[in-house]
Structures are given as C-alpha cells and as structure tokens.
C-alpha cells in the first residue's frame, strides 16, 4: 500500500507543512487530489479558524465553528468536513498523481471523513499522504492495518516519498 503519515509537533506545523509540500508539487507538475488545512489565528486566547483548502481547484472551506467564548466542545462543523470529502471524492475520479489529507482526526477515527477516499486511492494505487496526531494515530494505524509507513515531518522526506510513489506509478503504467 502507498500510504504514509506524519505528525509535526508543534501546533499548525503539520498543516503548514503538507500546504508547503502540495504547492511544491504542484509547481512540479504533479496532478494533486486531497485537502490541506489553513489556519487562521485570531484573539490571543480564542482557538484559530480552520479552513480547508480542497485541492486542486482550491476551493476554501472553513471547517470550524464559532461556539462562543466559553464554549469546550469540538468545535468541528462535520457538514463543511463532509462537503470537502464530497469535492475530494469527486476530483479523486477525475484523476490524481497523489493524495494529501490533512488530518485524520476524530472524525475519522469514529469512522466517517475521508475514510472511504483514502481506501478508494489506495484502491487506484494513487500514493496517500495524510497529517495525524498523537490523539488518533492509533485510530490511523488500525484503520490502515499498520501498513501505513511514518515519515519524519520534514519537507525533504515528505517530498522524497510522494515523487518517488509517483515515479513508481508512472513507470508502471
């Protein structure tokens, strides 16, 4: 299976490095299917917004909601999530050189988000990059039957793993 995770220490790094490497790619030539994830800070001690940028038309999706000051709930909006899995879904079957999901997250874990779009690329061969973190990359690891391969958060490596999957698959065909 092609398919790899990464998980960034700090917060936002993991977003703002699989944008890096989707940009990069891109710029190469490379056909991008998946969603990379933009953060946008705001008060000092209110959490950021989440948006989605779906790749590659760039539609932007804000993901979260504001609940309000005192609000400790998961402040996901599932039906903006699910309108960017529908988008993914669909550019998926228009074609792909590889595929970026920027988090698999509770939401995923429990069994819905790009659950099914990450199978269908990896059913089309189509290499999987996918951010995770430390709450759900157990959920991740049983989800890809341990399979998936870790890839240090680093642009290099990360780089180096798609454009060689990506190679691979053009020198099969």
């Not at 998980?7 to 890096?20: E, K, Q, S």
């Not at 989440?50 to 998961?74: E, W």
């Not at 909006?77 to 050189?97: C, F």
Request: hydrophobic share 45%; proline share 3%; glycine share 8%.
């Amino acid at each position: 299976m092609k398919i790899a995770y990464t998980m960034a220490p700090g917060r936002g790094d993991t977003d703002r490095l699989l944008f890096r490497v989707a940009e990069a790619l891109v710029a190469k030539g490379y056909r991008a299917c998946g969603t990379v994830q933009i953060n946008t800070e705001r008060e000092v001690n209110d959490p950021c917004d989440m948006d989605v940028k779906v790749l590659p038309q760039g539609t932007v999706l804000r993901i979260s909601q504001d609940l309000g000051p005192h609000a400790r709930g998961c402040r996901l909006d599932a039906d903006a999530l699910e309108t960017a899995v529908g988008l993914v879904a669909a550019t998926l079957n228009e074609g792909a050189d590889f595929v970026i999901i920027n988090k698999f997250g509770k939401h995923e874990a429990e069994g819905r988000g790009f659950r099914d779009v990450i199978a269908e690329a990896l059913a089309l061969e189509i290499p999987v990059l996918v951010g995770t973190n430390g709450l759900n990359v157990d959920a991740f690891q049983e989800f890809t039957d341990g399979y998936a391969q870790e890839i240090a958060p680093e642009f290099d490596s990360i780089e180096a793993w798609l454009t060689a999957m990506i190679k691979a698959n053009k020198d099969a065909a």
